[in-house]
């Protein structure tokens, strides 16, 4: 039997995917836990890759199943380039950072299965 090495996980790569991010809502609504900020337009929506979650290289971003869709404002929290509201946000409201993560995977995850991007055999939409 092999061993199972995360950090070798195969990764999927799907233009189809973040492409599907385009104009939908933000699904990690994070910006808000920083005062006087809020999610931006649904015009700003990208795939956020959620790169705690393992398989990151140096030459090689997580999977795309293994991100959410997010406004330009929570993507930039969440990639550090807001660094201020950031560390805040991690400081302050930890736990509600990871539930909001979980929460914006769960709910991305499903949004992809609508569109018959994320397909489980067997699966039944109810």
Do not use: W
């Amino acid at each position: 039997m092999n061993a199972y090495r995360p950090h070798m996980m195969t990764k999927v790569r799907s233009e189809a995917i973040r492409k599907e991010a385009e104009g939908k809502p933000c699904t990690l609504r994070i910006s808000s836990f920083y005062p006087g900020y809020t999610c931006s337009s649904e015009e700003t929506t990208v795939l956020v890759h959620l790169d705690d979650v393992g398989g990151q290289s140096t030459a090689s971003k997580v999977t795309d199943i293994a991100g959410c869709f997010g406004c330009g404002q929570c993507h930039d929290i969440l990639s550090g380039v807001d660094i201020k509201a950031r560390d805040y946000i991690r400081d302050t409201y930890p736990l509600a950072l990871g539930h909001r993560i979980y929460t914006a995977l769960v709910e991305t995850q499903a949004m992809l299965m609508d569109s018959n991007l994320l397909i489980v055999p067997d699966g039944e939409l109810i």
